[in-house]
């Protein structure tokens, strides 16, 4: 949600005064002609009719009416917390102008000080992001609750919700409320949201190669620089034949450098070297996780479970890869009860639980 924008145009149009004519608007002529060259102008012109418009106002009413164009002018030129002043020497603000304005400020702490005597759902949405702002975000936390108390599970205060649970460090909540979001919305967009975030954290390459396998499973895998990227971790963590039918379903869009050539090149080689080593390489635990690659890169879906639930079997500091990439087989297979079990059992300390749990609610939503 683009907090920011929001608040400033609810502020702008909140502000802006009916200035039509002096005798409409109660004021003297002098008043009245600079309130109306102000509300005509922009920048520096605006404020020096502003500036007029104060040294001819002598009544309570026209101080309040110079007041709130000044208001209106500084908010249109950015200058929020100069817009709240001159509303509150006039007398003329509402503590939900002064929080919107405060808001964009950057002022937080009188925002939501404001924010909390104005009341509303606006309101509170300004509070919970006022606290993520400031870096509160059990308080954030707190604030979309009770709109959804209030309103129902709206995707937007869901979504936010979520995000103020991650910051906070609460995973678990987290993942909770993102499969309430899923289960409402799975469509690419939804997920988008969810898999780019994910994509900022440092991650072992292995979870990497996960995320970039869920992002294609949910039509997120567009950009060019991701298409290589996961070409290049799926050659590394021995999925050539993966590399090769991404580069080949991505086609020109990766463009024709040269290193996509040497990509799609070894990718080719190495799909068909793995293809035919798979099934002695199966056969034991110590290179077992290598025949998953191939027969996962072929489209043998049953076969690459079966190879990576051996190596992750085996244990040592690769089975909790063994065991994502074992589910990702399964959820392939149709097998998404069997995965979401599999999922579940990776460990906490390997570096693969987060993609591991999104891997779970992927295939929640596949039965």
Same mark, same amino acid.
């Given at each position: ?6 608040? *400033?145009?609810?502020?702008?149009? $909140? =502000? ?5 004519? %002096? ?6 002529? !002098? ?9 005509? *102008?922009? @920048? ?15 009544? %309570?009413?026209?101080?309040?009416? #110079? $007041? ?6 500084? &908010? ?41 005597? +104005? ?35 709206? %995707? ?19 993942? !909770?409320?993102?499969?309430? =979001? ?27 190669? !996960? ?6 499973? &949910? ?13 290049? =971790? ?10 090769? +039918? ?7 869009? #990766? @463009? ?9 090149? +070894? ?56 065991? #994502? ?5 399964? #959820? ?5 009860? +069997?995965?979401?079990?599999?999922? !579940?059992?990776?460990?906490? &300390? ?10 779970? =609610?992927? $295939?929640?939503?596949?039965?």
């Amino acid at each position: 949600m683009k907090l920011v924008k929001l608040f *400033s145009t609810v502020a702008a149009l $909140a =502000l802006m005064p009916v200035v039509a004519t %002096p005798a409409m608007a109660a004021v003297s002529k !002098a008043v009245g002609t600079a309130l109306n060259q102000a509300a005509k *102008s922009s @920048g520096a012109g605006a404020i020096a009719a502003i500036n007029t418009a104060k040294a001819a106002a002598k009544t %309570p009413e026209e101080r309040t009416k #110079v $007041a709130q164009m000044a208001a209106y002018v500084y &908010t249109k030129a950015g200058q929020y917390g100069k817009a709240a002043d001159e509303l509150q020497a006039g007398g003329a603000a509402t503590p939900k102008q002064l929080a919107s304005l405060y808001y964009n400020a950057g002022n937080y702490t009188k925002a939501v000080t404001y924010a909390k005597q +104005a009341g509303g759902d606006d309101m509170q949405v300004l509070i919970a992001q006022a606290a993520i702002k400031q870096g509160h975000y059990a308080e954030a936390v707190t604030s979309y609750n009770k709109l959804i108390a209030s309103n129902g599970p709206k %995707p937007q205060y869901l979504e936010n919700l979520a995000g103020a649970q991650y910051k906070s460090g609460d995973k678990k909540s987290y993942l !909770a409320t993102t499969e309430k =979001l899923i289960k409402i919305d799975a469509s690419p967009a939804r997920w988008k949201t969810l898999l780019v975030e994910q994509q900022k954290n440092q991650m072992r390459p292995e979870a990497k190669l !996960a995320l970039f396998h869920l992002m294609d499973a &949910t039509g997120n895998l567009t950009r060019p620089e991701d298409i290589q990227e996961f070409a290049k =971790l799926a050659i590394v963590n021995n999925q050539p034949g993966v590399a090769q +039918a991404v580069l080949t379903k991505a086609g020109g869009s #990766v @463009g024709s450098d040269p290193m996509t050539a040497k990509l799609a090149q +070894a990718a080719a080689q190495r799909a068909q070297a793995a293809g035919a080593n798979a099934p002695k390489l199966a056969a034991s635990p110590a290179t077992a996780a290598q025949a998953g690659g191939a027969y996962f890169g072929l489209g043998q879906f049953p076969a690459a479970a079966s190879a990576y639930g051996k190596a992750a079997g085996a244990g040592g500091a690769d089975a909790d890869s063994a065991k #994502v990439f074992e589910g990702i087989s399964q #959820v392939k297979a149709g097998s998404a009860a +069997a995965a979401k079990t599999t999922f !579940a059992s990776v460990g906490e &300390t390997g570096g693969m639980k987060d993609i591991a749990d999104l891997w779970k =609610l992927y $295939a929640s939503t596949k039965g």
